[in-house]
């Protein structure tokens, strides 16, 4: 069964930080790139930050640079994303997503196109207060 665990939301007041975690089972993990993605009440779900662990490939959105950092542990199917200086626009539930890299390479897929991800974990949710 494939399965997508996201955890570690929480509350946490701006200027905080909180790590999430995707635990990854039933796929091959080495064959995928992991997004995390977050949607606001009322919003499109938008990319985040995006690893391709055997790529050695690593995005971040603009919005989230020098703030949010992605990594992996690879042993552990898992996949981290440390969020430092965290303000009230950052909340939202979170998201991780995974897609086959080799069929992204072959359609053209950015890394954030939600189109290309085959499957999804449960959200986590992460609300900063002022």
């Known amino acids: 069964e494939v399965q997508l665990q996201a955890s570690g939301g929480g509350l946490v007041q701006a200027g905080g930080s909180l790590r999430l975690s995707c635990k990854a089972s039933g796929f091959s993990f080495a064959d995928h790139g992991i997004g995390w993605f977050r949607q606001a009440p009322g919003m499109e779900r938008e990319g985040v930050s995006y690893?391709?662990?055997?790529?050695?490939?690593?995005y971040h959105a603009d919005s989230v640079k020098g703030r949010f950092t992605i990594s992996s542990d690879n042993a552990k199917k898992t996949v981290y994303l440390q969020m430092n200086s965290l303000k009230p626009e950052d909340t939202a539930v979170y998201y991780c997503?995974?897609?086959?890299?080799?069929?992204?390479?072959?359609?053209?897929?950015?890394?954030?196109?939600?189109?290309?991800?085959?499957?999804w974990g449960q959200g986590t949710l992460v609300t900063v207060s002022s």
């Open positions: 690893i391709s662990p055997s790529e050695g490939i690593r």
């Open positions: 997503g995974a897609r086959s890299v080799f069929v992204a390479d072959a359609m053209g897929h950015s890394p954030f196109e939600l189109s290309g991800y085959d499957y």
